[in-house]
């Protein structure tokens, strides 16, 4: 109970000190072509960097949720809405109605669109995950229907994506991985069925359709997040190979799901990141967020007073590493509203992992953040001099 009142004390302070940045201070509309300038997008247009977020794109019904998202972001990521499963949820049938409203979003504010995600073993059409399983799709028409899903897909969006995430999650995890290293997983849905080659297919083919769109090859922990670089050797490997091959890989998105219980190391992930730009690659952060437990799924209270801490400064040492790698082009958190995050649906017990709260109030992450894109774009050594 006392940790919820500090909480709430704290937030009633940050509202009061950060109110061009929210959405209920002023009542006031502000003017869309002029983001706030202590939003996250107007400190990081200075450095050339983007701050992305994920969207929902029925959420953008709320106005106060919308105004965050044309605020503080110059760069957004449906969650859902361009994903197989709910773009052809009928075979045939393409339903881009949610995704094109958040590119029209985008476009009426300034902000670029980043593809998520076109090759995935989750979030697949019921009518094909079936198909497989009953045999009725064999491998060759599984291929033939994935070329023809990107393509499609690829091609609806021409011209209007900044990033697409065309492939996701592919590698083992390290604590998988027998021996080490790590490498691709064998069990992945496309990989068991089409052998690791169709990686260097999808990239050609997203190429082919849109050959202005940046292609990103997109995973967890390849940063060294979960303690090991066995899995950013194994994706640092490959993409050097497949690049030698000419496969069109032009990004390494990094996700970046952080978690306080375990934490993580800075400066190993700007390792990582800037061997991958070594390749001559750009690199990432594509999801952003750092979970903690907390009292229920609801409030989200952190359960440990030491999460208040950790959970801002781990999204701190995430963006320092983005930064000081000039490689680093976008640094996109999944969600930017703790009501709105898939980490109590998805991690028992855990939550608080949004830079604003369940109200939509701005957290010490929020504010962190602010701090350190404004430092940078001062002239602080970290992006500069590299
Ligand atoms: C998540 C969405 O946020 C949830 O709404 C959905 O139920 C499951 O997927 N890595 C990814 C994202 O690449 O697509 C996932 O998004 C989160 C983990």
């Known amino acids: 109970m006392r940790m919820r009142n500090l909480l709430l004390a704290g937030a009633a302070v940050m509202v009061t000190v950060l109110t061009a940045g929210t959405a209920t201070a002023s009542g006031t509309s502000l003017d869309r072509t002029k983001p706030p300038a202590d939003s996250l997008r107007a400190l990081a247009a200075g450095i050339n960097l983007r701050i992305g977020t994920a969207v929902t794109p029925f959420e953008l019904d709320n106005p106060a949720y919308a105004q965050i998202t044309g605020d503080q972001f110059d760069s957004v990521?449906?969650?859902?809405?361009?994903?197989?499963?709910?773009?052809?949820?009928?075979?045939?049938?393409?339903?881009?109605?949610?995704?094109?409203?958040?590119?029209?979003?985008?476009?009426?504010?300034?902000?670029?669109?980043?593809?998520?995600?076109?090759?995935?073993?989750?979030?697949?059409?019921?009518?094909?995950?079936?198909?497989?399983?009953?045999?009725?799709i064999d491998n060759d028409e599984l291929?033939?229907?994935?070329?023809?899903?990107?393509?499609?897909?690829?091609?609806?969006?021409?011209?209007?994506?900044?990033?697409w995430d065309v492939a996701n999650e592919f590698f083992a995890n390290s604590w998988d991985a027998h021996p080490l290293p790590s490498g691709i997983n064998g069990d992945n849905f496309w990989v068991s069925h089409l052998g690791e080659g169709i990686l260097a297919d999808v990239f050609r083919w997203a190429r082919e359709a849109d050959p202005k769109a940046l292609l990103?090859?997109?995973?967890?922990?390849?940063?060294?997040?979960?303690?090991?670089?066995?899995?950013?050797?194994?994706?640092?490997a490959w993409a050097k190979n497949l690049l030698a091959q000419g496969v069109p890989i032009d990004v390494i998105g990094n996700?970046?799901?952080?978690?306080?219980?375990?934490?993580?190391?800075?400066?190993?992930?700007?390792?990582?990141l800037s061997r991958y730009a070594s390749l001559g690659v750009k690199v990432?952060?594509?999801?952003?967020?750092?979970?903690?437990?907390?009292?229920?799924?609801?409030?989200?209270?952190?359960?440990?007073?030491?999460?208040?801490?950790?959970?801002?400064?781990?999204?701190?040492?995430?963006l320092r590493s983005c930064l000081e790698v000039k490689e680093c082009i976008s640094f996109t958190v999944w969600g930017f509203g703790d009501a709105n995050s898939w980490v109590p649906g998805w991690f028992t017990g855990e939550g608080y992992a949004c830079i604003y709260d369940v109200n939509l109030n701005p957290k010490p992450a929020f504010t962190d953040l602010q701090h350190e894109l404004m430092l940078a774009g001062k002239g602080a050594p970290q992006r500069h001099g590299r």
Do not use: C
């Open 216 to 236: 990103v090859y997109n995973d967890y922990n390849i940063g060294g997040e979960d303690g090991t670089n066995a899995k950013a050797d194994a994706v640092y």
């Open 77 to 136: 990521t449906p969650g859902n809405e361009m994903k197989w499963e709910t773009v052809e949820r009928v075979q045939g049938v393409y339903d881009w109605s949610a995704a094109d409203r958040l590119v029209t979003f985008a476009q009426q504010h300034g902000q670029l669109v980043r593809g998520h995600t076109l090759v995935w073993h989750n979030q697949l059409p019921g009518w094909l995950t079936s198909g497989v399983a009953d045999g009725s």
């Open 284 to 318: 990432a952060i594509t999801e952003a967020d750092v979970r903690t437990f907390v009292d229920n799924a609801t409030e989200q209270v952190p359960t440990s007073n030491l999460a208040l801490f950790a959970q801002p400064y781990e999204y701190v040492q995430m």
């Open 143 to 163: 291929r033939a229907l994935l070329r023809k899903h990107v393509i499609d897909e690829v091609t609806h969006f021409k011209g209007k994506i900044w990033q």
């Open 255 to 272: 996700q970046g799901h952080l978690d306080t219980q375990y934490g993580f190391s800075g400066p190993r992930l700007t390792a990582a």
